[in-house]
T-cell receptor
Framework: GAVVSQHPSWVICKSGTSVKIECRSL??????MFWYRQFPKQSLMLMAT?????????EQGVEKDKFLINHASLTLSTLTVTSAHPEDSSFYIC???????????????FGPGTRLTVT | GQQVMQIPQYQHVQEGEDFTTYCNSS?????IQWYKQRPGGHPVFLIQ?????EVKKQKRLTFQFGEAKKNSSLHITATQTTDVGTYFC????????FGSGTKLNVKP
């Protein structure tokens, strides 16, 4: 089946620094990728949707300049948390959708997530 | 904005008992998906429902989509410890909103 990887799986950074999270589709080309954030014991919140080669579409309330998303290729999307603060500590999960068939079936393939802790 | 609520928030059952989680939307859904997330894991796609009144089965899991396409349910017959996790419904229209989730705990 389709596999999505994320790197790193966990990261600890100091307040004020930037962190880049990579999301890769390993055995398929992902035309659309999604970035979610999940706080402990809460549901997943969609942050942004990105299509390869175009600017990401951010959800209301998500700061574009703080959460930089790049989808430069059909197998890689990156999320950069700039000037991170403790309140940005969360579980960040990406998902990918591949073909028209997936779009019709609705299936998304999720990465294992990245746990970010900002101290 | 559109909200997708799930009830109950938590459910503790004895192994072998049945379990049901309900998903309710404030607006009509184009289609709905169900996901399972194990503790510490990521969501895994279970199924998508598209048609009004649709019912789909996967072994012990039965998924239903309401006639008005504003609600959906997931029913597990004779739960097993492997069913432990959080079950999310998700709107799959133009906004990919997850429901609030129902955390299932199964006691052996």
């Amino acid at each position: 089946g389709a596999v999505v990887s994320q790197h790193p799986s966990w990261v600890i950074c100091k307040s004020g620094t930037s962190v880049k999270i990579e999301c890769r589709s390993l055995d398929f080309q992902a035309t659309t990728m999604f970035w979610y954030r999940q706080f402990p014991k809460q549901s997943l919140m969609l942050m942004a949707t990105s299509n390869e080669g175009s600017k990401a579409t951010y959800e209301q309330g998500v700061e574009k300049d703080k959460f930089l998303i790049n989808h430069a290729s059909l197998t890689l999307s990156t999320l950069t948390v700039t000037s991170a603060h403790p309140e940005d500590s969360s579980f960040y999960i990406c998902s990918a959708r591949a073909t028209l068939t997936d779009a019709l079936s609705g299936e998304q393939y999720f990465g294992p997530g990245t746990r970010l802790t900002v101290t | 904005g559109q909200q997708v609520m799930q009830i109950p928030q938590y459910q503790h059952v004895q192994e072998g008992e049945d379990f049901t989680t309900y998903c309710n939307s404030s607006t009509t859904l184009s289609n709905i998906q169900w996901y399972k997330q194990r503790p510490g894991g990521h969501p895994v796609f279970l199924i998508q429902l598209v048609k009004s009144g649709e019912v789909k089965k996967q072994k012990r899991l039965t998924f239903q989509f309401g006639e008005a396409k504003k609600n959906s349910s997931l029913h597990i017959t004779a739960t097993q410890t492997t069913d432990v996790g959080t079950y999310f419904c998700k709107d799959n229209f133009n906004k990919f909103y997850f429901g609030s989730g129902t955390k299932l705990n199964v006691k052996p």
